[in-house]
C-alpha cells in the first residue's frame, strides 16, 4: 500500500506494512525489522502495544505498568525507550519518527500514516464471506484469502500476557468459524477434494479440532478412499486421548459408523466373501474395536443371552492413582496404552472390549460367570503389575450380568 503523508511540508511516499499473525514485523519502503532483529524485548512490547491499541490514546502510566513497574525512576525508562524505538524506525524511512506521537499524558500511534496491517485485512475477508451475496465459490476463496493472512496466533511472543490473550483468542475464533464455514459449503456443493485440502491446511494450525478431523474423514468417505478415512479417524482419536486427555464426542465416535465402517458396494462371489471374513483370522487374544461397534455388540449379546440364557459379562475396568485420583496425562496415556496388550491377552478372542473414557475400559466377557469373570479381570491387573513394576497406578473393576 502506497500512501503520501506531508511531513514539515514535505511529501513523503509512505509504503508500510505491519504484520501480527504468526509472528510480528513492521516493513517500511523495502527495509523489515521483525522480532529476529537484535533490539531489547522492551522495545518491541512497546512497539506492538501501540499498534495494537492504535485507535486510543495510551496514558504513559499505562505503558510504564506493562514495561517498568519495578524501575526505580520509570518515566524515564520509559522515555529513553521511546527515543530508540522513534530512532530504529526513523533509521528505516524519513516519516518513521512520526509514526508514533506524543499526546497530553501519553502517546499513540499516527493514523494519518496508513499502513497495510495483515489483521484487518483478515477480518474484513473473513466478516465480507459470512455476509455476502456472492456464490459459494468466491465466498471461499475470501476465506482462503484469509487463511493466508492467518500463518499463526496473534503476537505469539506475548502469549500468556493479559493484554494479549484475548486478542490472540478473538483471531483464533475468528479463523475457525471462516474455516468452518468454508468446509460446510464445499462439501456440500460436492467439493470433497478440496474439503480434504482445506482440512489439511487448517489442522497445520489447529492440530486438535475435531470437526475440522471430521470433515476430512467425511470426505475421504464420499470419494470411497475408506481406508484413508480409517487411519485418520484412528490418528484423530489417539491425538484426543493421549495428547489432549479428552474424550470424543459422541457425534465423532458416530462418524465411524456412519462413514468409516466398510461397506462394499459391489457383489462379491462366496470365495471372496469368506477371504475377507478370514482375514484376521491369526489374530490372538480379545478383539479391540471402536466404541461404536462395541456398542452394536453389546446390544446382540445381550439379545442372545436372553434366548439361549448363556451368561455374559460386563466389566468397566478404572484406572487412577494409589488414592483414586486421577492420573496425570503422559502418565495416564502411558498406562492405558500398556493396559490394553495386558487385557489382549489375558482374554479370550471370543471377549470384546473398547475405551469409553480416559481412564476406563469396558469389556464384554462371554459364557463367563461372575466368580469367573472376576478371576480373568484379576488376570489383567496381575499381569499389569508383572510387566509394569515401576508404574504405581490402582486398577478397579465392576462387573455386571447381562441380560
Not at 516519516?95 to 497495510?116: H, M, Q, T
Not at 502469549?159 to 483471531?171: D, T
Not at 470419494?223 to 490418528?235: C, E, T, V
Request: aromatic letters at 10%; a negative charge; charged letters at 30%.
Amino acid at each position: 500500500m502506497c500512501n503520501n503523508y506531508k511531513r514539515k511540508g514535505v511529501l513523503i511516499v509512505s509504503n508500510i506494512e505491519i504484520t501480527m499473525l504468526g509472528n510480528f514485523s513492521i516493513k517500511i519502503g523495502d527495509k523489515k525489522i521483525d522480532e529476529t532483529s537484535r533490539r531489547s524485548r522492551n522495545m518491541w512490547t512497546l512497539l506492538e502495544y501501540i499498534i495494537t491499541f492504535r485507535e486510543k490514546e495510551i496514558q504513559q502510566n499505562e505503558l510504564i505498568e506493562l514495561l517498568y513497574d519495578d524501575s526505580s525512576n520509570p518515566a524515564s525508562a520509559l522515555k529513553t525507550q521511546l527515543c530508540r524505538l522513534r530512532d530504529t524506525l526513523a533509521s528505516f524511512s524519513p516519516l518513521g519518527k512520526d509514526l508514533i506521537v506524543s499526546c497530553p499524558g501519553g502517546y499513540r500511534w499516527n493514523n494519518e500514516i496508513e499502513a497495510d496491517i495483515d489483521t484487518e485485512k483478515f477480518e474484513t475477508l473473513c466478516n465480507e464471506a459470512s455476509v455476502s451475496k456472492e456464490n459459494y465459490r468466491k465466498r471461499v476463496d475470501m476465506v482462503l484469502s484469509a487463511m493466508e493472512l492467518y500463518k499463526g496466533d496473534y503476537l505469539p511472543s506475548q502469549n500468556g500476557e493479559n493484554w494479549a490473550a484475548p486478542i490472540s483468542a478473538y483471531y483464533h475464533s475468528l479463523y475457525i468459524k471462516a474455516v468452518y464455514f468454508a468446509l460446510d459449503l464445499l462439501f456440500e456443493n460436492n467439493e470433497f477434494n478440496e474439503t480434504i485440502a482445506l482440512c489439511r491446511k487448517a489442522l497445520l494450525i489447529d492440530q486438535y479440532d475435531e470437526f475440522i478431523y471430521a470433515m476430512e474423514i467425511r470426505a475421504l468417505s464420499e470419494l470411497g478412499d475408506k481406508k484413508s478415512a480409517r487411519d485418520l479417524y484412528h490418528r484423530a482419536i489417539d491425538i484426543f486421548y493421549n495428547k489432549l486427555g479428552v474424550n470424543p464426542s459422541e457425534e465423532f465416535l458416530q462418524l465411524y459408523k456412519e462413514t468409516v465402517y466398510d461397506c462394499h458396494d459391489v457383489s462379491l462371489d462366496f470365495d471372496k466373501v469368506t477371504s475377507i471374513l478370514n482375514e484376521d483370522d491369526d489374530v490372538v487374544g480379545a478383539f479391540y474395536c471402536e466404541y461404536e461397534f462395541f456398542k452394536y455388540i453389546y446390544q446382540l449379546e445381550k439379545k442372545a443371552s436372553s434366548r439361549d440364557g448363556r451368561p455374559v459379562q460386563l466389566c468397566v475396568l478404572s484406572i487412577s492413582d494409589e488414592n483414586g485420583g486421577m492420573l496425570g496425562g503422559k502418565k495416564l496415556s502411558s498406562v492405558m496404552e500398556k493396559l490394553i496388550d495386558c487385557i489382549t491377552f489375558s482374554l479370550r478372542s471370543s471377549d470384546v472390549f473398547t475405551r469409553i473414557s480416559l481412564s476406563q475400559y469396558a469389556i464384554l466377557i462371554a459364557s463367563a460367570t461372575e466368580d469367573n469373570a472376576n478371576m480373568i479381570i484379576k488376570r489383567i491387573a496381575k499381569r499389569f503389575k508383572r510387566d509394569n513394576p515401576k508404574i504405581t497406578a490402582k486398577i478397579t473393576f465392576k462387573l455386571k450380568k447381562i441380560n
